[in-house]
């Protein structure tokens, strides 16, 4: 009878033993493709084959790349090195800076300070703050001014106003003036509300309420020790290195710049995508807002003509197509660049940083492989 039972023992756990190879076999395989917004698939293997002839042939130094499948990540790879002189490569802890990807995240928080109740987005700004740097001849118009019209880019104020007296180009709310001034600008109203300025404070709650609950751990907008570690360098058009560091004539690493300072990598900035697709971290009223069309381009506007985007939200450009919608945003700060993309109805996303100044040939390479990305 022991026996019996015995045997009966080792024939259920050999068969709970196949059952879980047979799991893993599958949740592997299944894992082990990468599903494109068209509906075909693509081996990681031959997926990173392809990333690597382009970045062979386009001569890219380094590269963090994240792909989003029914709202996970299920490629993360990272190619090259940080500097083209010493050949030091490139691993997942790297950082890159993000450039303008710097731009949806703080829309993102933005909003979550609306939500919060510490700004509204139809408030005039100068309601908050009056803007210290505006001419003359535009002081009365910029009172229009919201956070809604600096997140949609229709505040009409230059991108960089150069230490310039600001000349608005339109009335704020008639037309579209892609705007890093006026993000910074709703940073310092931001910052003023909170009693914590627009430096380190701000970054740590931006922190506090952005990259902590969505585990973005290394993702800032300021210098900290980890970035002093593992920040790869930045490459000039003939790929020669140029900086790693804050320095004279050059972001000083302690102000948080709305527009442009923040710091990441693929699968960091990947987790901040994967929220906006599954609308986490806020009320669903306030995704609805940040996604839906609040700028729309006309058909003159040289983003419509020459990339097909259509509009913008709180944040996020956008590109209409029959079937979708797509949400992107590029970052150039010419030595490093960044590009985010997510189609919702898809529930698929993509996140690139490069360390030098050619997303653009790498995303139109990358097209040919996974359909449409850009």
Known sequence: MQKVEKEKRVILLSVCSLLFLLFTFKTSAQNSVVSTPDGKT???????SEIEQIITKEKIPGISIAIINNNEVVYHEVFGVSNLLTKEPINKQSIFEGASLSKPIFAYFALKMAEEGTLDLDKPLHEYLPHPGIA?????????????MVLSHQTGFPNHANDQKIELAFKPGTDFMYS??????????????KGVGFREELNELFQKKVTKPLTMEHTTFVWDDYLEAHKVYGHDEN????????????WS?????????????????????????????????????????????????????????????????????????????TGNN??????????????????????????????ENLSKVLGPQF
């Open 42 to 48: 693509i081996s990681n293997t031959r997926l990173t």
């Open 136 to 148: 003359p001849e535009s002081s009365e118009d910029y009172k229009l001014i919201t956070a809604r």
């Open 180 to 193: 890093g001034e006026a993000y910074q600008y709703l940073a310092a109203v931001i910052g003023m509300q």
């Open 239 to 250: 790929g020669k290195p140029t900086q790693n560091k804050p320095g004279p004539g050059r």
């Open 253 to 329: 690493g302690k102000t948080f710049n709305a527009f442009s300072s923040v710091h990441s990598e693929a699968s960091e900035y990947a987790k901040f995508i994967i929220a906006m697709l599954k609308r986490e971290g806020m009320q669903p009223e306030r995704f609805n807002e940040m996604l839906k069309e609040q700028t729309h381009f006309k058909d003159d506007n040289p983003l419509k003509q020459e990339i097909g985007q259509t509009g913008w939200g709180l944040g996020f450009a956008q590109k209409q197509t029959p079937n979708l919608t797509m949400h992107m945003h």
């Open 334 to 363: 010419h030595d490093f660049q960044a590009y985010a993309m997510f189609i919702p109805e898809k529930e698929y996303g993509l996140v690139v940083f490069i360390n030098c100044g050619k997303m653009i040939p790498f995303l």
